[in-house]
């Protein structure tokens, strides 16, 4: 014996929106009518991404078959042929339901068999602005001005067979909105739950934004008008007079715009133009301190590295101040040195001249005793021995002499050589001090 099938069979389509589809199964996962089965319709994704998500995966009642790129109307009608469920949701895989959608939509096709679709109120999000699309009725001709049925209302399985399922020859979309028209055309109602039960993603890939660029809705519009000649032509009168009302309100929406324009935002424009010059003014203002603060701020840093540097040369100086005070201090030692040593070349000179004047005493002695030695030569003659060793003693006193006369001409020499020196000339300031100091005491 076979299993009842499901109440709601949920065709998820996905072409490379794998980063989206965890938020659309938990979404249905998460109804409070929970008899559903989940096929999602991989429509011969390409990008990696994607393909990764679909490799392997596992969700609560979800299976997953992969066929050709059909498009999206060719998706939705594999998925409506591979599932079971009574009624059948078209979800999109970048978009979500609102939990209660299932509970609400179902009761209502359970209580009235006539009723063969329920739509509702969605909410948008994701990119760009925001809002609520609330549509009041499915019949026509409201439905022949513009879709007002969402592409994953809850439909009679029995109702899309009657309808042929979807056309997949529009493939650029309004595939939905055929369908709804055919629904009616065959005498199918369906309803509008007036709450938000679906939230409808905004991407700028989207293909409801794609659809409205350049002349895409109109073809696709002209060929729903083709395909449905007898619907559009029997609610003529009402289409025209609709987009009467439309261009009307449109007239005076653009009149009431452009006397805004005029006596409302002009003025403020003009305002706001002004209050732009002055916040230019303030701009330019604020740029010319900016730059003063910043070139300020760059003196004031050259100014610190200067510091820094001179700092670092003040104490290079004054470690060279130092070295030098060391140096000459070392000088003045060894002037000191020098004029000590000279103080002792002096008394050495003195004590040398004395010794001199000593022996010029003792060369006139001896010139005395020699005169004398002539004059008693004749006496000396018979003292011959005895003078001979007294001439033995004196020739040993003139070898003494001469070298004594020998040591004064190497000190006389010394004493020259030492008065025409460097540092006897640099002395002599010294000298003069030392021998100031000298006859003062």
Partial sequence: ??????????????????????????????QTLQDFEILVVDDGSTDADTLGVLADYRRPRTRVVRIENRGLPGARNEGI????????????????LERTYFEKAVAVLDENP???????????????????????????PDLLDRNTVNGAALVRRDALLAAGLFDETMRQGCEDWDLWIGLVERGFRGVILPEVLFFYRRRPDSMSRVMLEGDTHSTLYRRLVEKHRPSFEGHLLDLLVRRERDRQSALRESHDLELDCRFGLAPEIER??????????????????????????????????????????????????????????ELERRAQAVA??????????????????????????????????????????EQGAHLA??????????????????????????????????????TAPLRA???????RR
């Fill in 340 to 381: 000590e040593r000279d103080a002792r070349l002096v008394a050495q000179g003195a004590r040398i001249a004395d010794q001199e004047n000593r022996l010029v005493a003792q060369d006139v002695r001896i010139a005395d005793q020699e005169n004398r030695l002539v004059a008693q030569q004749a006496r000396i003659a």
């Fill in 433 to 439: 001090v030392y021998a100031g100091l000298t006859r």
């Fill in 389 to 426: 060793a007294q001439a033995s003693a004196l020739a040993e006193r003139d070898a003494e002499r001469v070298r004594t006369q020998t040591g004064i001409l190497a000190l006389r020499a010394e004493i020259g050589a030492l008065r025409s020196s460097w540092s006897w000339r640099i």
């Fill in 81 to 96: 042929r591979q599932t079971t469920g009574r009624y059948v949701c078209a979800l999109d895989a970048d978009d979500r």
């Fill in 1 to 30: 014996m076979s299993e009842a099938p499901p109440t709601v069979a949920v065709v998820i389509t996905c072409y490379n929106l794998g980063r989206y589809l965890d938020e659309a199964v938990a979404s249905v996962l998460e």
């Fill in 114 to 140: 006539s009723i063969a679709f329920v739509s509702h109120w969605l909410r948008t999000f994701g990119e760009g602005e925001h809002g609520d699309w609330t549509p009041g009725s499915a019949d026509f």
């Fill in 272 to 329: 706001l133009r002004d209050g732009l010059r002055v916040a230019q003014n303030r701009l330019d203002r604020a740029e010319r301190v900016f730059r003063a603060e910043t070139e300020l701020g760059q003196r004031r840093q050259m100014a610190a590295e200067t510091e820094v540097r001179l700092a670092e040369q003040t104490r290079a100086l004054e470690a060279q101040a130092g070295e030098l005070a060391a140096k000459t201090a």
